[in-house]
């Protein structure tokens, strides 16, 4: 038999892996410990080892028998998460871990774990170092999150064509009866989670909007209520604080600018918000577009 690095394997298959997946690859006994005294790979605990670099999150729920969920799997996913709501993932709150329907809990020991943590028992077997399918990540976000965090990750999953219709009939049949609407109401095309939280915002509002409206000669706008109002959401990356940034920020602001005063020429008006108006303030972006709309300021005529 030719010698197999454990760490090699890893690298292939992990990057958690059992030791039978190892011994199976061709990784020896005597190698499984050179590697392990070397730092190459990581012992979990009895039976399960991981490559150097896995993430704490993986290797966490790891030694808990199962892989991380809820907000935390959402953004490993890749999904939007809104920031400043994170009662599964904030460093004070217990950690979520997803052990699939049947999984075996396993306690803190030592000193690696000393917090409590949520266990997620939804359908599916759990499987150390994989990610629970979005479906059962977007569940467990409406369980523990609130709605428009759901909302804005559901959208976020539709947009990256994540989740299969198959999981969204998995997903309608185990979500709470009050947000089921929000599977019909969901659309692909939101470009981030801010478009997401206004149009769902704006809907409970009673005001319908048009999204990805092509206006020629200005280009793609986020919003357009009635005939003439366009609405914009600006995302963090145009407002970042960071010196380094200014330059490209400039820019993007006078494009804006730009595609604002071509609106107006053409008998639009525009609404222009940032990321911190509409989440952290937003009773003063819901009472402008109000204004605008009890005002008329959305039919042309």
Not at 208 to 230: C, H, P, W
Not at 236 to 260: G, I
Request: with cysteine; charged share 25%.
């Amino acid at each position: 038999m030719s010698f197999v690095l454990a760490s090699a394997v890893l690298a292939v298959y992990g990057p958690i892996v059992r030791t039978h997946e190892l011994r199976a690859h061709g990784v020896t006994k005597r190698e499984i410990s050179r590697a392990r005294a070397a730092g190459e790979i990581i012992r979990i605990r009895q039976g399960l080892y991981a490559a150097h670099d896995t993430s704490e999150e993986l290797l966490h729920a790891a030694w808990h028998g199962g892989t991380p969920s809820c907000l935390v799997a959402g953004r490993m996913h890749g999904l939007w998460i809104l920031d400043e709501r994170e009662p599964c993932a904030a460093v004070s709150s217990p950690r979520h871990v997803w052990i699939g329907h049947a999984g075996q809990r396993h306690p803190c020991f030592g000193d690696r774990c000393d917090e409590s943590l949520i266990w997620h028992w939804d359908d599916g077997d759990a499987v150390p170092g994989d990610l629970p399918p979005v479906a059962n990540v977007l569940l467990q976000i409406a369980v523990c999150a609130d709605d428009e965090t759901f909302f804005a990750a559901l959208e976020s999953a539709l947009r990256k064509s994540l989740i299969p219709p198959s999981g969204m009939t998995w997903l309608s049949a185990r979500l709470p009866s009050e947000l089921r609407w929000m599977l019909g109401f969901a659309r692909a095309d939101a470009d981030s989670g801010l478009e997401s939280l206004i149009r769902l915002r704006l809907h409970l509002l009673g005001i319908s909007v048009r999204t990805q409206v092509s206006i020629e000669g200005v280009g793609e706008v986020d919003f357009v209520i009635g005939d003439r109002l366009i609405v914009e959401a600006d995302g963090k990356e145009n407002h970042d604080d960071d010196p380094s940034a200014t330059a490209a920020r400039t820019s993007r602001r006078h494009k804006d600018l730009v595609r604002d005063a071509k609106a107006a020429a053409l008998g639009y008006e525009t609404l222009r918000f940032d990321y911190a108006l509409i989440v952290h303030d937003w009773p003063t972006v819901a009472a402008a577009i109000i204004a605008k709309v009890q005002a008329g300021a959305h039919l042309r005529g």
